[in-house]
């Protein structure tokens, strides 16, 4: 590898978790830790708009990772309008005549915000190679550059933490075919899904390469078990608020409710149309 690579998966100063040892959350336990991270998460969202940080979490990983889930655990608690999620669809017909990390580009975060990619441009090293939607040659040219461009983004002052969810074959089998037996879960098994899903050693080779060439002393690649959704969740966000601490906010005044008249005003008898009360 070249100056600034080192070995993929964790970076040098955090050494790699062990496995699991058959430990289990259950659900009072998960929710009871992940309330506790989401008042934290509150706390970094007042320090991102307080100090104007721009911070850039990228979310990668096969289907049925649980890459999702991980993204509404970390942003159900806090406003849409600092944490934006951008999951791009297929590029358009103008989209694919330029630049190929020009539409991502856009998404980028500005002062006060927390932009988080479920997929990002990192597509073309995983479904676009895997899948044949670009050529070796494209592959080759993104993997050179991406890190100069992530690069220039750090130097910029981007917050910028790049993860992969690591699932097992035997796991991703269970998911993906829950989802065909759940009618709340169908939309997620997309045609891609079924075609990629017989293309895991594909995959394999394809990431371990992305590594290779991507995983960099500015954005390293952080990888997290997702065997497990409840701890792949707590331990992701965990590890979002150690590398992003919010340190000291400034002193609010103490919220309360001001004194509220009614009764000034007596409301029409509109005939109106209610949704039937059938609950």
Known sequence: MGKGKKKHKLAKSEPEAAPLEGKVLGRKEYEQ?????HIELVKLQQWVVQEGLKVCILFEGRDGAGKGGTIKALTERVSPRVFRVIALPAPTEREKSQMYIQRYMAHLPAAGEVVIFDRSWYNRAGVERVMGFCSAKDVR??????PQVESAMVKSGVILLKYWLEVSPEEQERRLTARIDDGRKIWKLSPMDLKSFDRWDDYTEARDEMFEATDTEWAPWYVARSENKKHV?????SHILARVPPGKLEKQAKIEL???????YTPKDLPLKYVPERF
């Open 33 to 37: 830790a992940l309330e506790l991270l």
């Open 141 to 146: 040219y993104f993997l050179q550059m991406a």
């Open 233 to 237: 969740r707590l331990n992701v966000i």
């Open 258 to 264: 001001p004194e509220r008249k009614i009764g000034h």
